[in-house]
């Protein structure tokens, strides 16, 4: 009664807002022996960060070995070093994979999801028992069995998803409809709240 009273809270997705766009479009910088170079495209196919997981990493390289001509299969990031350092290791690839960390994972990783439509990259996901409401945005395979095939196709046409994702994100996520909600339940900007003496 207390927290309802005092310290009220309410669930928020993390939505789309024109300040959380990292600068999808700007050159992709890397570092190589010392020498930093702009790259006019990604010279990864996909892209992960995040812990990996015993099952993350069969994951991977299966997908790396679908992947024929490009030694550069997949970039990955798993020592969370800074949101700067992520980013721009994530803007390399074309397309960022959300994998669940144990086979029994329901949850999506919204701040993954939001992380790569923010930096221009679309998104494709296993199979998630609580998928929505990002199954309104991003890809998710119809079955863990064809992740690695709808993973390979959407490589090629990865500019296009990115397109429809980020449409998507920001219709379905919009401010109002996340952080609004969320002041609105709690009476945030209505008129003010008696406190108990």
């Known amino acids: 009664r207390w927290y309802s009273q005092f310290a009220p809270a ?14 999808p479009n700007a050159p992709i910088v890397v570092k190589e022996n010392g020498v930093q170079r702009v790259i006019p495209e990604p010279d990864y196919e996909f892209g992960f960060y995040g812990s990996l997981t015993p099952r993350r990493h069969k994951l991977l390289k299966k997908l790396a070995k679908k992947v024929t001509n490009n030694p550069k ?5 798993v020592d969370f070093g800074t949101r700067a350092a ?15 960390k144990f086979e029994e994972m329901g949850l999506v990783s919204s701040s993954r999801c939001n992380t790569a439509l923010s930096i221009g990259r679309p998104v494709i996901a296993e199979p998630h028992d609580l998928a929505y409401p990002w199954d309104q945005v991003i ?7 064809s992740f690695i095939d709808e993973a390979m196709a959407m490589r090629a046409m990865w500019r296009g998803v990115y397109q429809h994702q980020l449409a998507k994100f920001k219709e379905n996520f919009p401010p ?11 009476g945030i900007g ?3 709240r008696r406190l108990a003496s």
Request: hydrophobic letters at 40%.
């Open 10 to 23: 309410a669930y928020t997705e993390l939505g789309w807002s024109p300040k959380i766009m990292r600068q």
């Open 73 to 77: 299969a997949v970039a990955m990031m």
């Open 86 to 100: 992520r980013d721009q290791q994530m803007r390399r690839a074309k397309v960022i994979v959300q994998l669940r």
């Open 139 to 145: 890809r998710f395979s119809k079955t863990s069995e």
């Open 176 to 186: 109002e409809a996340c952080i609004g909600r969320a002041l609105e339940i709690l």
């Open 190 to 192: 209505q008129e003010p």
